[in-house]
């Protein structure tokens, strides 16, 4: 409640409108039977149509100003509802955007989605059906109460008897959907996580042939989502049935009851047909009420979990007033590091330190699982250092305005992601203003404008979701495209030249060396031909240095370096 109450906040003349028009509504809804119980007793009863003309006017106007009622309370309601729904729905967007790797990796992204999805869906289902109900209802339960007691006390003993009935069950309902709710949201979590995972690795599943280990798996959790909603469905439509069945029971003993009091003269027939009208409308009153109750706890769940996401605190955030301008310029310094992932128990790197300065090239080297992605991702602050500190131009990482920090970098990710659109606007990614020129400039250094060049529609080529419509080398030469033409202060390059055959490697590591003389360029490499001529290399095992020097200090001076070298060049590469 809380939540939707402070998103309410912005739409102050929509919700007084709206509360304008439930009058409305509840003006017909309750005039109408007194109107029609004086045409009965004193119209019809007396043959005045006179007076059945004039309360017919009446009742036409009443109408009138309900129907009007009516579309404005829809307007309103539907309004609102939409508008704080996309107004989350922003929200969470932004918010994640903020967030660090950690609190992805703490969220899980099919969480994030089904909370910005299903999570608002159910907000907006719950403010509509509380903007069009939660105000109407009580008066109008409220009014017909008292009309009622007005009409005949008698008779409203058996309102009495039946409403404690279901207020009764309205609290047993929103007790019980309560759990069911949490879980169903949890387990469609779990079903959007299990389709996401399939349908972004449909081609590792075929290959392997897991088609049916795989089927298998989304359709047991299918069916535990369908088992939990089949459960939290029935005891809905049961609430219906049974809420018609105490109304009927009501009204065969209010005719029961009503008959003899006609029969000895203290009731009229047109008191009759108004009480019965009310009793029609506190009933509905509640019914409709209750609707408000049993969607409640659903809602609540789902503004829990949207809240939590709102509540989140970025581990990392850009500090107040932080760094924009430094002195010196391209230079990355690592200061005793040592880091810990935040959910991991043993550090994965462990006092790391060194320099890497203006047109040097430091490359890491190390078995899988070494650290070397770890390391550079804290250089960009995906996460930042347990202990020690990193510096860049001089300045701690944690100092800088985390925009201006990484506008310094050029990053191109071991995973490369292209994004919907074209190869231009991809590489505009990296400078929004990019001028023509220096997008065919930044893809000749990437090697990729010979085959942007063969492309039907070239720079204008469409890119499919996640670039599937590019070959892995491709993707690679795309995302170093699209770092280059930054012209960033500190490239960082993880395990980037996989997918390029052997040629290409060479011509593109060339022409990077000649864009790059006036930046730090910094390689993570499996292959040790990538880095030959790297002015530093870093050797890591287990988080540790065990190694830094050129190739050839190395070789000499480092049996793990000695050891991957030979694995994989031949001796006589090994002596030039
Ligand atoms: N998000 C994470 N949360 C917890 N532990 C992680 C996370 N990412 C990596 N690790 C762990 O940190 C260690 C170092 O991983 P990292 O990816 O840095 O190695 P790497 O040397 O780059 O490996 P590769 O050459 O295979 O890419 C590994 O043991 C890995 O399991």
């Not at 088992?227 to 049974?242: C, D, F, N, R, Y």
């Not at 100092?399 to 074209?422: A, E, H, M, S, V």
């Amino acid at each position: 409640m809380k939540l939707i109450l402070s998103y309410l906040k912005h739409y102050k003349l929509l919700v007084l409108l709206n509360i304008i028009s439930v009058f409305g509504f509840a003006l017909v809804e309750l005039g109408i039977p007194t109107i029609m119980a004086k045409i009965i007793d004193n119209g019809i009863a007396t043959n005045n149509t006179t007076y059945i003309y004039q309360m017919g006017i009446v009742m036409a106007v009443i109408s009138v100003v309900g129907v009007l009622g009516t579309i404005l309370l829809g307007y309103c309601s539907s309004k609102i509802s939409s508008s704080i729904t996309r107004d989350i729905r922003n929200d969470i967007f932004r918010k994640v955007q903020d967030f660090s790797h950690s609190e992805y990796d703490a969220f899980g992204v099919s969480s994030m989605i089904t909370r910005t999805t299903n999570d608002a869906f159910q907000i907006l289902q719950f403010t509509n059906t509380l903007l069009r109900t939660a105000l109407l209802t009580p008066i109008m339960f409220l009014v017909s109460l008292v009309m009622i007691v007005k009409t005949s006390l008698a008779l409203s003993g058996v309102l009495a008897i039946t409403v404690p009935f279901i207020i009764l069950g309205v609290i047993v309902i929103a007790k019980l959907s309560g759990p069911l709710s949490e879980t169903q949201q949890k387990r469609l979590d779990k079903l959007n996580r299990i389709s996401r995972e399939n349908l972004t690795g449909i081609r590792v599943i075929r290959a392997f042939g897991n088609d049916d280990h795989e089927n298998e798996r989304f359709a047991h959790t299918n069916e535990d989502y369908a088992g939990v909603s089949k459960k939290l469905h029935k005891l809905m439509a049961a609430s219906q049935p049974t809420f018609f069945f105490l109304l009927n029971l009501a009204i065969i003993a209010i005719f029961w009851v009503s008959s003899q009091m006609i029969n000895v003269g203290i009731l009229q027939v047109g008191e009759l047909v108004a009480f019965i009208e009310y009793l029609f409308h506190a009933m509905f009153s509640i019914m409709l009420f209750s609707m408000v109750f049993i969607m409640y706890p659903k809602a609540q769940v789902s503004a829990n979990r949207i809240q939590e996401l709102l509540n989140a605190k970025p581990l990392i955030v850009s500090p107040e007033n932080g760094v924009k301008e430094t002195k010196e310029q391209g230079l990355v310094e690592f200061d005793h590091v040592t880091f810990t992932y935040p959910d991991g128990e043993e550090p994965v790197l462990r006092d790391i330190s060194f320099t890497a300065k203006k047109g040097q090239t430091v490359a890491f080297i190390g078995s899988t699982g070494s650290g070397k992605s770890t390391l550079i991702n804290l250089i960009p602050r995906f996460y930042d250092v347990t202990e020690g500190s990193i510096k860049i131009d001089g300045v701690d990482v944690r100092d800088y305005d985390l925009k201006i920090l990484r506008n310094k970098i050029g990053f191109i990710p071991q995973k490369t992601r292209l994004f919907t659109g074209t190869i231009a606007n991809n590489i505009k990614f990296g400078k929004k203003d990019a001028t023509q020129e220096e997008i065919k400039h930044s893809t000749k250094v990437a090697q990729a404008y010979p085959f942007i060049k063969r492309k039907p529609k070239q720079f204008e080529e469409p890119i499919s979701e996640g670039g599937a419509n590019m070959s892995g080398g491709q993707k690679q030469r795309l995302s170093i495209a699209r770092a280059v033409v930054r012209k960033p202060e500190i490239y960082i390059f993880d395990d980037s030249f996989s997918a390029l055959d052997f040629k290409t490697d060479a011509t593109l590591r060339a022409k990077l060396k000649e864009e790059t003389e006036e930046s730090v360029v910094l390689i993570v490499a499996q292959r040790i031909g990538s880095i030959l001529e790297a002015d530093k290399i870093i050797v890591l095992n287990e988080g540790e240095v065990v190694g830094i020097g050129t190739h050839s200090e190395l070789l000499n001076t480092c049996q793990i370096y000695n050891e991957i070298a030979l694995s994989q060049l031949t001796k006589e590469e090994l002596m030039q």
